[in-house]
């Protein structure tokens, strides 16, 4: 997993590190932005690169099991956020310009999106796995102990008022999809051959994807608790996380596009007209943090009740017979 992520890193890494020394390989006409923001960005990104792989290994030993594990899962929730969209965006985006029905803004060589796209995806199924490895070792014994216990019924306010702030964001999330939706039917229905407007429609559709994802698996896991049931099928513990795997990494894809648009954004990039306004990016980031919350709180919760099981259920699946 490791080696295939840093497949992935290895061509967009090479093109920064051109950049940083003032290569102009892909490049055919100057940023609007200023110079000294452009180089940063590329530093940045490229050093990026370097701590992404730097996590994928980390996570793929088992020495991980014994760090903090915040010190690891936060950046590779981030991570894992950025790069998701660009599992589906990639192949497009790469298939558009193969078949001349995409073409650039002229400011770089059509070679660059499809190069840099596909790389992300590289990257994106790389730290999916390796997360997906971490997370089934770390707390796969915790999660099925606690499914076998059965959830405890909602009694308390505190537990109602948690449920309605889960609708509440559920209805957020239907509201930002649907709206995410229209807009990429009216940029599709423009026809327009520009790249970088095909980029966006297919940003917009991936988001839309990503919320469905998120509410489907937060009405799941707010349906177990109240039936006090995990449903039919769930003996299996593959039925157990993926409601979890769908909140957490639908909103971790719905936070990262929202503070990577962001952080352009407060770099001077701005957005142009139809895209994405300030309070939407920023109503997108509290959803999917909220979403990964919620996904960890489950988590934490199972790993408590099955420590007070017994220690033999909080070691990590499959080290049984170590």
């Not at 039925?239 to 990262?256: D, E, F, V």
Request: glycine residues 12%; charged residues 10%; proline residues 4%.
């Amino acid at each position: 997993m490791a080696v295939l992520t840093a497949i992935g890193v290895l061509p967009y890494f090479l093109l920064k590190l051109a950049w940083i020394f003032g290569s102009q390989w892909g490049i055919e006409s100057p940023s609007k932005l200023d110079g000294t923001v452009v180089l940063m960005g590329n530093i940045i990104t490229a050093s990026l690169d370097v701590l992404l792989v730097a996590i994928v290994v980390a996570l793929g030993r088992r020495a991980a099991l014994k760090i903090p594990w915040w010190l690891i899962l936060i950046p590779a929730w981030f991570a894992a956020g950025l790069l998701l969209p660009f599992i589906f965006t990639g192949p497009v985006i790469a298939a558009m310009v193969a078949s001349g029905s995409g073409s650039s803004d002229g400011s770089l060589s059509d070679w660059v999106g499809p190069l840099v796209y596909l790389s992300f995806g590289i990257q994106a199924i790389g730290v999916v796995l390796v997360l997906g490895w971490y997370l089934r070792r770390r707390w796969g014994r915790a999660l099925e102990s606690h499914s076998s216990q059965g959830l405890v019924r909602v009694r308390t306010k505190g537990q109602w008022a948690v449920f309605s702030a889960a609708g509440v964001v559920a209805a957020a999330l239907v509201f930002l999809g649907l709206r995410w939706i229209v807009r990429a039917a009216t940029a599709l229905q423009a026809q327009s051959a520009d790249l970088r407007g095909g980029i966006l429609w297919l940003s917009d559709v991936a988001n839309a994807g990503f919320a469905a994802c998120a509410v489907i698996g937060l009405l799941v896991l707010v349906a177990r608790r109240l039936g006090n049931q995990d449903g039919p099928g769930d003996h299996d513990s593959s039925h157990r996380w993926w409601p979890i795997l769908l909140l957490s990494g639908g909103g971790a894809a719905i936070a990262g596009s929202a503070l990577y648009a962001l952080v352009l954004m407060s770099l001077g990039a701005g957005t142009a007209p139809g895209q994405q306004d300030f309070w939407e990016l920023s109503l997108s980031l509290v959803l999917g943090l909220l979403c990964g919350l919620g996904a960890l709180a489950v988590i934490v919760e199972a790993q408590k009740q099955a420590a007070a099981i017994g220690p033999t259920d909080l070691r990590p699946a499959g080290f049984d017979r170590h």
